[in-house]
């Protein structure tokens, strides 16, 4: 396999695959509803709307952290999958086993929060092949999950908030979708799997997510992390008063070798964004 993305990589980079396409249409009838395109990367999101976890006391948003989302990305005749499903721990077992039957990789099983109630798992799995053929492998493994397929329904419009002095601390604009507020910081550094080079779109970017609520706000995320920076950015995050509640590894073959590290925290939107700036600043990011 490390062979195959290695020559991929390198016709990619001579640029004999540049008239490539991303074949939207076909992958929006196989999931049932429209993804995005960046680049030659095809990403889908599927929200868990149908669950009610609280962290605590704090009742959290699909938005914030319990998105299961898809990208595939076009290497010509092929494509390479990932991804990170969303799923109760009693969903599972029977996800793991369909993974398998698919003919899926699994590249990781693990939490990103904790003391939520119910209790969420979060699988990382990866595919190679043609890219319908992925979509609908990957489908039919959400298909026993409890996971609405359909787009959900329009939120109830509401007043956005005022999130200037994050942005001013965090030195840019982030996305807004009703409360949420999200980043994503790509490394500096080329990323690669199994030798083919990973775009920031397919989940090689530090993401930042906060939910407001009220005059508070909460945080999680996970931060795209070389081995050296793993302690320095959980000493950032702990002296500013951000949980680390993981970390691990999303792949089997990156190259540099990748930590992941999840975060919590429930406080001043702009503190807790004064603690971030402080993490990413111990990293190689573009900011």
Do not use: C
Not at 26 to 39: A, D, E, P, R, T
Not at 77 to 101: C, F, I, Q, R, Y
Not at 119 to 143: E, R
Request: aromatic residues 8%; charged residues 15%; proline residues 5%.
């Amino acid at each position: 396999m490390k062979i195959k993305f290695a020559f991929f990589s390198i016709f990619l980079s001579l640029g004999f695959l540049s008239n490539a396409q991303v074949d939207s249409t076909g992958l929006n009838n196989v999931f049932g509803k429209k993804g995005m395109v960046q680049g030659m990367v095809y990403r889908i999101t599927y929200p868990r709307s149908d669950l009610k976890v609280k962290v605590d006391e704090f009742s959290v948003a699909p938005g914030l952290a319990l998105t299961s989302w898809i990208g595939i990305l076009f290497m010509g005749n092929e494509s390479m999958m990932m991804g990170d499903l969303v799923l109760l721990d009693t969903e599972e077992a029977a996800a793991v086993a369909k993974l398998v039957s698919s003919g899926l990789s699994i590249t990781a099983i693990h939490n990103h929060l904790t003391n939520e109630k119910p209790a969420i798992k979060y699988i990382h799995f990866s595919g190679t092949g043609d890219p319908l053929k992925l979509a609908a492998s990957i489908k039919s493994v959400l298909a026993i999950t409890g996971t609405p397929m359909s787009p959900p329904s329009a939120p109830v419009s509401t007043s956005s908030p005022d999130w200037s002095k994050v942005e001013a601390i965090l030195g840019k604009t982030g996305k807004y979708n009703g409360q949420i507020l999200s980043y994503t910081f790509p490394r500096k550094e080329r990323l690669t799997e199994s030798g083919m080079e990973m775009p920031p779109s397919i989940g090689m970017a530090t993401g930042i997510n906060f939910q407001m609520d009220g005059n508070t706000a909460a945080i999680t995320g996970d931060f795209v992390l070389l081995a050296n920076e793993v302690n320095p950015v959980i000493k950032a995050l702990t002296e500013n008063g951000i949980i680390v509640t993981a970390v691990h590894n999303h792949m089997l073959f990156d190259e540099p070798r990748l930590f992941m590290m999840h975060f919590w925290a429930v406080a001043d939107p702009e503190k807790l964004a004064t603690g971030l700036k402080a993490a990413l600043d111990k990293t190689n990011s573009k900011l």
